[in-house]
Structures are given as C-alpha cells and as structure tokens.
Nanobody, 126 residues
C-alpha cells in the first residue's frame, strides 16, 4: 500500500511558477510509475504528466508541454511537478498518482493508476 501526500499548491498570478511535491510512504516507490492529474471545477480529471521508475522517461499532456516538468527523487520518495508560465486555465486541484508496483508502462489514463493523493489546489489569477 502506498500513501501519497501532495503539497505546494496555492494562488499565483498569470505567468508565475509553482512547484508541487508528492511524498510517498513505503519502500516500493522506485518501482512505481508516477503521474500528475488535475481536475478543474465541472470538468473530468485529466492527465498532466507521468514519469518512469528511474526518471529517464516522461510524458506530458499537450496543454502543459514546454511549461511543466515532472521529476522524481527516489532517495526521498518524492515526485515533483515544476509549473512555469502558468495561465488561468491551469487552475485546478492537482493530484499525484502511483501505478501498480512493478509495472513499467507509463500510463496516461486514470484507470492505470492504483494510488492517489488527496489533491492540492492551484489557482492562477490576477
């Protein structure tokens, strides 16, 4: 069982930056594909970014490509989402997710992630 706790959300002006962190419990972190999703009010939860076990492979949604960077530190059981050049459309609750242990596929769909954090609010507004 993996427990995930996000932090780092908040209010930021358009064009600003935020760095989200997701801390994981347990000793299997390095064998989980990790992902970030977001859900805006009235919308479905959508894929943002994902990263492989060792961090060498990443995938991004087209809407955030070139602005967001996902990374991980397996020694700290933590995955990060650096968000730059934020726009109001990035406003959402951001969720950290972990795939099943031992599965290497870097998934972009919600159903392929087994563990979820509680979410952290990101609001982009002037």
């Amino acid at each position: 069982q993996v427990q995930l706790v996000e932090s780092g959300g908040g209010l930021v002006q358009p064009g600003g930056s935020l760095r989200l962190s997701c801390s994981a419990s347990g000793d299997t972190f390095r064998t989980h594909v990790m992902g970030w999703f977001r859900q805006a009010p009235g919308k479905e939860r959508e894929f943002v970014a994902a990263i492989s076990w060792g961090g060498s492979s990443t995938i991004y949604a087209n809407s955030v490509k070139g602005r967001f960077t996902i990374s991980r530190d397996n020694a700290k059981n933590t995955v990060y989402l650096q968000m730059n050049n934020l726009v109001p459309e990035d406003t959402a609750v951001y969720y950290c997710a972990a795939g099943a242990p031992g599965v290497m596929r870097i998934a972009t769909t919600r159903s392929e992630y087994n563990y979820w954090g509680q979410g952290t609010q990101v609001t982009v507004s002037s």
